[in-house]
T-cell receptor, first 112, second 117 residues
C-alpha cells in the first residue's frame, strides 16, 4: 500500500520568502511522485512529477521538488513566494499506471 | 485540447434522490478516473476506466455508487438514494496510458460540487 503525509495543513509565508511544503511518502515499490495545486473552485493542476529520472524536478511557476529516497521525501520549494501562489497544494504517489494516492493537502498563504 | 470538462459544476439535491454527473475527458485520452474530495481532505480515488472497461471499482464507497463509460469516451457517475454524507466535490481526471512502465499524467476537470440537503 502507498500513502502520503503532508506535514503542516497550513503554511504562511511573506511575499518574496522561501516556500517549503513538506511531503513524505510510503511505498513498497519505486514510487512516482506528483505535486498538484488547486485554486479555489478549480480542479487540480499538475505542478511537477518525479518519474525516476532526475531527482531534482523542475515544474511550472518556479516550483521544484527533490526526491530523496533515504528520507522518503519529496518536498516542494520555491525561492521567492508570490501572492498568486496562495492555493492548496497536494502531494500524490502512484506505482505506475495506477490511481493516485493523495495527501491531505497544505494550504499556502502569502502575506504582503 | 479543451481540457477535461464536468457537468454540472454544482448540484443541490434532497436526501434520497438520485444524481448523475458527467465527465468529458481530453479527446485522445483512453483512461478516465473518478475521485471524491471532501472538505479539508485530498482527493480519494473511486474508480477508473481504460477505454470502456472499468478496471477498478472496489473503492466505490457503497453499492449506491456506480460509473459507466459506455463508448470509451465520456463517463457518468451515479449516486442513488443520496445521503448527506455524500456531499463533496467529485473530480474527474483523464490520461493517456504510457508504455514501457512509465506513469501517465492525470489531468483534472473542475469538479462537480454536490450538496445533499
Amino acid at each position: 500500500a502507498q500513502s502520503v503525509t503532508q506535514l503542516g495543513s497550513h503554511v504562511s509565508v511573506s511575499e518574496g520568502a522561501l516556500v517549503l511544503l513538506r511531503c513524505n511518502y510510503s511505498s513498497s515499490v519505486p514510487p512516482y511522485l506528483f505535486w498538484y495545486v488547486q485554486y479555489p473552485n478549480q480542479g487540480l493542476q499538475l505542478l511537477l512529477k518525479y518519474t525516476s529520472a532526475a531527482t531534482l524536478v523542475k515544474g511550472i511557476n518556479g516550483f521544484e521538488a527533490e526526491f530523496k529516497k533515504s528520507e522518503t521525501s519529496f518536498h516542494l520549494t520555491k525561492p521567492s513566494a508570490h501572492m498568486s501562489d496562495a492555493a492548496e497544494y497536494f502531494c500524490a504517489v502512484s506505482s505506475g499506471n495506477t490511481p493516485l494516492v493523495f495527501g491531505k493537502g497544505t494550504r499556502l498563504s502569502v502575506i504582503a | 485540447d479543451t481540457g477535461v470538462s464536468q457537468n454540472p459544476r454544482h448540484k443541490i439535491t434532497k436526501r434520497g434522490q438520485n444524481v448523475t454527473f458527467r465527465c468529458d475527458p481530453i479527446s485522445e485520452h483512453n483512461r478516465l478516473y473518478w475521485y471524491r474530495q471532501t472538505l479539508g481532505q485530498g482527493p480519494e480515488f473511486l474508480t477508473y476506466f481504460q477505454n470502456e472497461a472499468q478496471l477498478e471499482k472496489s473503492r466505490l464507497l457503497s453499492d449506491r455508487f456506480s460509473a459507466e463509460r459506455p463508448k470509451g469516451s465520456f463517463s457518468t457517475l451515479e449516486i442513488q438514494r443520496t445521503e448527506q454524507g455524500d456531499s463533496a466535490m467529485y473530480l474527474c481526471a483523464s490520461s493517456s496510458q504510457s508504455t514501457g512502465g512509465a506513469t501517465d499524467t492525470q489531468y483534472f476537470g473542475p469538479g462537480t460540487r454536490l450538496t445533499v440537503l
